[in-house]
T-cell receptor
Framework: KAGVTQTPRYLIKTRGQQVTLSCSPI?????VSWYQQTPGQGLQFLFE???????NKGNFPGRFSGRQFSNSRSEMNVSTLELGDSALYLC???????????FGQGTRLTVV | KQEVTQIPAALSVPEGENLVLNCSFT??????LQWFRQDPGKGLTSLLL?????REQTSGRLNASLDKSSGRSTLYIAASQPGDSATYLC??????????????FGSGTQLTVLP
């Protein structure tokens, strides 16, 4: 059974650009969550999607957005990138809300 | 607001030792607690999930306990091996409004097992 797949694995972007990250959950999982990991702040919740609907959003500016497609794949978008957006972005999938979360390998975003 | 604390921040032990990692949380109204392992530069690997109604879970050399009333969980690793070296994270989930779930993470314990 394939795990959670995140693409791309690495990205280098310039300040002011925008970026889109992709997450394919485990087959049959309908819940997808996104987290940002930085050395200073640790792991912070960005948002959660279930059945194509955003169910919850963390305390991040509106530059961070996401969506979920009918096949449960999810994308997150960050517009007008800032240096502080450099982080490991992790996606987690679970079969249903409240069940065990499985994480992908992450996308390492570097903003220069 | 839920806060999760993990002590110690770093731990170094010789191979073969049994060890305990601690996790505490401030809000006992949790849905479940999950322990993860993270290797440098990699994603998180789920180790154990404990539902709020459970007291402990076991998987191989790992045993996790949960005391919801005191806001504590421990991860016990038996007969540690160098391959156990990693950062261990605990996370608690709470059903928020709209039936959403989010995980609140501790800052992790960086474990080094010396050969």
């Amino acid at each position: 059974k394939a795990g959670v797949t995140q693409t791309p694995r690495y990205l280098i972007k310039t300040r002011g650009q925008q970026v889109t990250l992709s997450c394919s959950p485990i087959s049959g999982h309908r819940s997808v969550s996104w987290y940002q990991q930085t050395p200073g702040q640790g792991l912070q919740f960005l948002f959660e999607y279930f059945s194509e609907t955003q169910r919850n959003k963390g305390n991040f500016p509106g530059r961070f957005s996401g969506r979920q497609f009918s096949n449960s794949r999810s994308e997150m978008n960050v517009s007008t990138l800032e240096l502080g957006d450099s982080a490991l972005y992790l996606c987690a999938s679970s079969h249903h809300i409240g069940t065990e979360a499985f994480f992908g390998q992450g996308t390492r975003l570097t903003v220069v | 607001k839920q806060e999760v604390t993990q002590i110690p921040a770093a731990l170094s032990v010789p191979e073969g030792e049994n060890l305990v990692l601690n996790c505490s949380f401030t809000d006992s109204a949790i849905y479940n607690l999950q322990w993860f392992r993270q290797d440098p530069g990699k994603g998180l690997t789920s180790l154990l999930l404990i539902q709020s109604s459970q007291r402990e879970q076991t998987s191989g050399r790992l045993n996790a306990s949960l005391d919801k009333s005191s806001g504590r969980s421990t991860l016990y690793i038996a007969a540690s091996q160098p391959g156990d070296s990693a950062t261990y994270l605990c996370a608690v989930s709470r059903l928020s409004s709209g039936s959403a779930r989010q995980l609140t993470f501790g800052s992790g314990t960086q474990l080094t097992v010396l050969p």
